[in-house]
């Protein structure tokens, strides 16, 4: 049955992806991101690789 409450829990309206993992910069990648984000404030595309 579709509607169990833990089916709802899981699959329900409120239901939730899962929590991306934080990325850890280093401090010379934060500078260059800083640096970039001055430049533009909006990265696309190949400038996020």
């Known amino acids: 049955d579709d509607s169990s409450p833990e089916n709802l829990l899981l699959h ?3 239901s939730r ?3 991306r993992i934080r ?3 280093s401090p010379s990648q ?3 991101l800083e640096r970039a984000f001055e430049k ?3 990265v696309v595309g190949a400038e996020r690789k």
């Open 12 to 14: 329900g309206p409120f």
């Open 17 to 19: 992806k899962p929590k």
């Open 23 to 25: 990325t850890a910069f």
């Open 30 to 32: 934060l500078l260059r």
């Open 40 to 42: 533009n404030h909006y």
